[in-house]
Antibody, heavy 117, light 110 residues
Framework: EVQLVESGGHLVQPGGSLRLSCAASGFSFGIYSMNWVRQAPGKGLEWVSH????????YYADSVKGRFTISRDNAKNSLYLQMTSLRDEDTAVYYCARDAYWNFDLWGRGTLVTVSS | QSVLTQPPSVSAAPGQKVTISCSGS????????VCWYQQFPGTTPKLLIS???KRPSGIPDRISGSKSGTSATLGITGLQTGDEADYFCGTWDSSLSAYVFGTGTKVTVL
């Protein structure tokens, strides 16, 4: 089955760190660019970060630049998001999304990150 | 605050048509493809339209997309109760070097 499964989200204190993972299956993960997109409770979609298939190019939203790092391991069919210096406003469901020329055609179910003291 | 503006809500009776606008600028919609996503409450977003007007496999032809200048439009004809959802436009912004989503529009079937 073609799918993306996120994991790693949980409650963390402000200033803390967290690493999210996204496991891909059912397709050739290594040829696709990938993204992280988040959605705060009751809010719209916010793009977070993008990484191309070879990991040589990454992009970040200004809101997370310098704090979050996207990476991938094509041998393990996995995408990651290392989050540091977490803030209350980072509280959201984090989705990984497959990227076909900036068309996000496959999404995971998301993992909830809650930043609170 | 999103650089792509959508109306907060649109509504119509079953069987009627709704259109959702997405307004941007030359750095995003004006020079890049637009996608549209559908999201039901508590569920994962789904790609409805890619590259301004292309429907992925399984998306019915009563769903359509178009683009003119710095605006894009999603159209849904033959409205059904199952179309009640939130809809987001999205595109790459060349000035920001970032992907941007629209503010989102809630479709209500009266």
């Amino acid at each position: 089955e073609v799918q993306l499964v996120e994991s790693g989200g949980h409650l963390v204190q402000p200033g803390g760190s967290l690493r999210l993972s996204c496991a891909a299956s059912g397709f050739s993960f290594g040829i696709y660019s990938m993204n992280w997109v988040r959605q705060a409770p009751g809010k719209g979609l916010e793009w977070v970060s993008h990484i191309i298939s070879s990991s040589t190019t990454m992009y970040y939203a200004d809101s997370v630049k310098g704090r979050f790092t996207i990476s991938r391991d094509n041998a393990k069919n996995s995408l990651y998001l290392q989050m540091t210096s977490l803030r209350d406003e980072d509280t959201a469901v984090y989705y990984c999304a497959r990227d076909a020329y900036w068309n996000f055609d496959l999404w995971g179910r998301g993992t909830l990150v809650t930043v609170s003291s | 605050q999103s650089v792509l503006t959508q109306p907060p809500s649109v509504s119509a009776a079953p069987g009627q048509k709704v259109t959702i606008s997405c307004s941007g600028s030359n750095s995003n919609i004006g020079n890049n493809y637009v996608c549209w996503y559908q999201q039901f409450p508590g569920t994962t977003p789904k790609l409805l339209i890619s590259e301004n007007n292309k429907r992925p496999s399984g998306i019915p032809d009563r769903i359509s997309g178009s683009k003119s200048g710095t605006s894009a439009t999603l159209g849904i004809t033959g409205l059904q109760t199952g179309d009640e959802a939130d809809y987001f436009c999205g595109t790459w912004d060349s000035s920001l070097s970032a992907y941007v989503f629209g503010t989102g529009t809630k479709v209500t079937v009266l």
